[in-house]
């Protein structure tokens, strides 16, 4: 059985200097990083941390905030601020008096901090020079504004460690300075020092250059697409390692990862998403095909099935972007047991044919009253995943392995949708768990010994409810079923409860608050489940009051979400950090849905979106041998979606378009 203290922490935010809560009033953090040296800058507004302060980790050890490298155990993260002392006094980036932003001026990213007042202007810029060296560069500009000379004396450091420098400027005058940061990963240290002007590395500027672009002509979309492409692979090593929450878990989960890998082929970042689909298949896979969940092997009855599927779904997705089916040839032995695995007797529903344990996909369990029963994102993913890999045999010319997996994957949709008494769908539209005898699951009770703090809504009297539940956007997300069915109507109108839970401010929660085991509170990702379906039903005002609502709370100015906005129980539960996952729904939600570019076995189906705001949308992606550039525009309005392309169009349907997958560049002009 699952320990109840798995998820437990004595990390006391209270304890320390305030730079070690994560959860700061109004705080941004900008990740910046190269998989050799992790990096955020914190920008603290509000006067309750360290205005501007600068974390650096090593990727490869999976650690707290307080944890940083650059974190004095008295002091924080106040060493690594700029101090410029003058005649009239010491300046520093005071609260509220600074604007912290991604810096356009760069061909990487590069992190911008403007300050000063009418003495000194400053500006600050954050970067990974180079992707082969474990470095981070801080640029320091210093413009004098007075109409005379004017000394001025510069400290920086952090922990016990400070760099001094005097500056003489003219009236006017302007100088640089640069510090670089290097990660000793051997001793587990930042050494510090002022450098020369570096250029950034040519190869590490081009491959910046050479990812996907996107531009939407709207400010908000292309802030998300900047900070989702430059902040997913700045948390991620080297060697694929990721936790699932920066600062919070120092866990890893298989799920999280694949739909991760999957977004940074989207982004163009093919070789980090095979390391981390190579990983995966190596570590998060056993010989048997059960899977890695919170770091862990679980037993049978709590094994989390729909990991199974999230894998051989993302990675079919990844070959047919890539065109190159060399992974699934070196890891076809891990694709067999995965795909098999959730076939397994074990796991079988005798009635209905569908697949039962004791876990759901939020990771409640026994002791938090999940009874044995059939999970609907279980049978979901299973069903998917089976295509995916039948996808992959064939590719493989394993037609018979091909053949038996379609099969499994219609047996299961079919009986999802249509078993009479077992079928995961009632008059609410898709429901999230029946019992092994039939009814729905609609509340569940915790053990005495299930170890929630009192605080927690599970362990407060009167019923807990596990309807409705986010999850049931994803059949429709992942088109399911037609997005226009009365189905799908259904099941989102249900969830209209979720909104405004037991809070303010917008964002949906996972799930009902009072079956909540943990802080209730809106949740980024869950709540991009919503928009991504809201997408395909041609629902725009939802997707946009959910992408104004991340516009709205804290991190947006970075683009940078943590797992949940509410109040967090830390402890006994770790303080809330930063979610790559968010990162990564933005970028399917994008790409997907809103572009519509959906490789398929049969060739490259294309079926774009333009939501209202928007008039075109221009984009180019590394795809299979060359680009894929993309034009999306506005038709008159009642004419149908026409397709322009110098490819070769295979089929056509209203709205969309199947093209053959092209041995070179393809452009393609859609109008919708």
Known sequence: MINVKEHIYHDDPNVGPPDIRTELKNVD??????GLIQAAVQAAPAGDGTPVGLLIMDPERLRKKRDALTMDAQTGLAPTMLHIAAESGIFTPATGRFEASWSPEHRIPAVRVRWGDTVLKVEEFFYCPDKSQPVILREVRLTNRRRRPARFGIRTGLRGTFLEKSVWLGP?????????????????????????????????????TSLSRIDFGHPLLDHYWRASKFQLPAVISRTGRLDGSVWQYNREWLRDQAVIALALTMIGERDLAGTMFERLFDRFVTAEGDTIDSSEKRAPEEVEL?????????????????????????????????????????????????????????????????????????????????????????????????VRWDGEALRLKTAMLEDPEFRMIDERG???????????????????????????????????????DTSTMLPIALGFVPPESPLCRLTLASLETLWNQAWQGGGYGRYHASSEPDSPGAWPFPSLFAARASVEMELFDNVWRILNWLAAVSGAGAGTWFEFYGKRLAPPFPQVGIVPWNWAEMVILFVHHILGVQPQEGGLRLRPRLLPGLSRIRASFPFRKGRLDLIVGRTKKGNPTKFRTDGKILASAPGEALLAYPDRDLRVTARV
């Open 29 to 34: 953090y900008f990740f910046l990083g190269n």
């Open 172 to 208: 006017g005058g302007e100088k640089r300075l640069f510090i670089r940061y290097l990660l000793d990963a051997e001793n587990d240290q930042v050494w510090i020092e002022w450098t020369r002007r570096s250029a950034v590395a040519s190869k590490t500027a081009a491959s910046w």
């Open 306 to 402: 729909d990991q199974n599927g999230f894998l051989l779904y993302t990675f079919k997705d990844y070959v047919l972007w890539t065109g190159d089916a060399g992974l699934a040839r070196k890891y076809w032995d891990k694709i067999v047991v995965a795909a098999e695995f959730p076939l397994k007797d074990t796991f079988r529903h005798r009635p209905s044919g569908l697949l039962a344990n004791r876990r759901e996909f939020w990771e409640r369990h026994q002791a938090h009253g999940i009874e044995p029963g059939i999970e609907l994102v279980h049978q979901l993913f299973t069903s998917f995943g089976l295509s995916a890999a039948a996808v992959l045999a064939r590719k493989l010319g394993r037609e018979e392995n091909a």
């Open 430 to 468: 898709f429901v999230k768990r029946r019992r092994a005898d039939g009814p729905v699951q609609e509340t569940i009770t915790a053990r005495p010994d299930s170890g929630l703090p009192a605080e927690a809504p599970l362990a407060k009297p009167g019923d807990h409810f596990l309807n409705p």
